[in-house]
């Protein structure tokens, strides 16, 4: 091994031993206590050293949310590869997107946090398009969902972009999963069962855009056992984080 190759990875453990010990704090003390002078005396070096990894405590954590949205692809590819009308494999795609905000609610926190204006525009350009690259897989697998509608006649485009017709789903999404996070917002307004409630209205704004198989959101029998359906098939790893269940349709 080459003295430039060993230092690459001498640097690639450093890095990793950072992002760790930024985890842990974050866990411990929450998002807004996160402070680089502990993170580096955690990992035995000068708060100097850390700020050869990143620039700013903002480029710290980019870089978490850059390095966990793996996982949250993995799961969502699964939805591209079910073998589903394109339909439901939009469904199933907002679907598995809710249950990995149940399962893995920090993460979710640091997505949010990172992309609210003061921390998405004091970061690097770098850190900012890792951000985007990490997350790129998902954007392709939602115009290939799109594209495979129009194709086969299942929704037509009327001219328009397939991002575009998936930005409602996307919006709707990550509103919801601000609400839910917002602690005590959606009880003071007698809302509750927040993610049944989103998955009816996706459901709502497929009907809207005429996407077929069209599907009436308030037979909730049905609409039970299509999400059902998608958990059972793609998403049983997942279902410690609860089951999603339509009022008055459980046992």
Known sequence: MGT????????????????????????EQ?????????????????????????????DL?????????????????????WEANSRDRMFALVTGDMLFALASPDHFRLTQYVFTEVVWRAASECRRQAVLDAHE???????????????????DARGRAP???AIGQWSMT?????????????????LHEPYPMLLRH???????????????????????EKIDQVCATLYPDLER??????AGTGD
């Open 202 to 224: 996706v459901q709502l704004h497929l009907n809207g855009l005429g996407w077929k198989p069209l599907l009436d959101p308030f037979d909730e029998q049905r609409l039970q």
């Open 30 to 58: 929450g998002l807004l206590a996160l402070q680089m002078a502990p993170v580096a005396r955690a990992c035995d070096y000068a708060t100097g050293t850390l700020y050869q990894h990143f620039a700013s405590k903002e």
């Open 163 to 165: 991002l575009e017709l």
């Open 241 to 246: 984080a609860g089951p999603v269940t339509i």
């Open 61 to 81: 954590l980019l870089a978490l949310c850059a390095e966990q949205a793996a996982k949250r692809v993995e799961i969502l590819l699964r939805a591209g590869r």
């Open 174 to 190: 990550i509103g919801m999963h601000t609400l839910v996070h917002a602690e005590g917002v959606l009880e003071f307004f007698h």
């Open 137 to 155: 897989p998902i954007g392709a697998l939602v115009g290939g969902i799109v594209h495979d509608a129009i194709s086969c006649g299942d929704l």
């Open 4 to 27: 430039k190759e060993r230092r690459e990875r001498e640097r690639a453990a450093r890095e990793q031993r950072f992002l760790q010990a930024a985890r842990t704090q974050i866990r």
